[in-house]
């Protein structure tokens, strides 16, 4: 059984007074109203890490943004996965397009990352997604493939069973224009048959795949009744804490 996961990525947003308060809410919340075993996740940067591992009382999971590649050292500004570990992380986002397009990160850079992630027992929340251009030149499934298979395929089945997969078409995050349900379907089904590919059915079948971009309390039903979709990463709504939770809701019983 795959588990199913809504996850909040806060991005750079929210001082610590902020988020504290955004998260206490989303915790009151999620343990008052969660009716099933969907996991909720919020992934925060750095300064709140602490508190809300302290204040989430194991209600909701807490994650990193990034991670270095390396295990420790002279690295001015970074993050070590055993850092994000030690305050008791359980999740950390890599890949993400943003992480991608602003700092140049590859495929190769990312593959490492996820490497020293799971050597510290943190579920790497690995995103993927192709940007408008590529959707439209139709260059999608090659650019998702290549993605995949130097991002996460160089791992071992054991390995691979352990992270977690996010499509983001990039043309969708933040911009209010999700990929409709087909178009996620189409591309969950597409990731899931790669994996069978790669490694075999019961690893497919066992991969918890979110869709991220534009999601919102509206149209979450809808793209987590995809059979090949397994929740949600969710930027925008998160920093509400209502809709975030009605959106964890959304796999309610
Ligand atoms: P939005 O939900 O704001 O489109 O962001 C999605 C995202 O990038 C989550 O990682």
Redesign the pocket.
């Known amino acids: 059984m795959r588990r199913k996961i809504v996850?909040?990525?806060w991005?750079m947003n929210l001082d610590y007074t902020e988020g504290i308060s955004l998260f206490s809410e989303i915790v009151n919340m999620v343990r008052d109203e969660k009716n099933g075993n969907q996991i909720a996740v919020i992934?925060a940067p750095y300064i709140h890490l602490n508190s809300l591992v302290q204040l989430s009382a194991g209600v909701v999971k807490i994650g990193g943004q990034n991670c270095n590649q390396n295990e420790s050292g002279a690295f001015t500004g970074e993050i070590s996965a055993k850092m994000l570990k030690s305050v008791g992380c359980e999740y950390v986002?890599i890949g993400?397009?943003?992480r991608r397009q602003y700092f140049a990160e590859t495929d190769e850079l990312l593959a490492s990352k996820t490497v020293i992630a799971l050597q510290n027992n943190l579920t790497p929340l690995f995103?993927i997604g192709e940007t408008l251009t590529e959707r439209n030149d139709g260059s999608y499934f090659k650019v998702l493939e290549r993605q995949l298979d130097h991002g996460v395929f160089t791992l071992s089945a054991e390995d691979f069973s352990k992270i977690v997969l996010?499509y983001?078409p990039v043309w969708?995050?933040?911009?209010?224009l999700?990929a409709s349900p087909e178009q996620a379907q189409e591309i969950h089904a597409f990731i899931r048959t790669k994996i069978e590919n790669k490694y075999d059915i019961n690893v497919a079948n066992n991969t918890s795949i979110l869709y991220?971009?534009?999601?919102?309390p509206k149209n979450a039903a809808e793209l987590f009744a995809q059979k090949d979709i397994d929740g949600?990463?969710?930027?925008?709504?998160?920093l509400k804490s209502r809709d975030f939770v009605d959106i964890v809701k959304t796999f309610n019983s």
């Not at 969708?172 to 209010?176: K, S």
């Open positions: 996850a909040g990525n991005k992934c986002i993400h397009s943003e995103c996010a983001e969708a995050i933040g911009t209010g999700t991220g971009g534009s999601c919102n949600g990463l969710i930027g925008g709504a998160s």
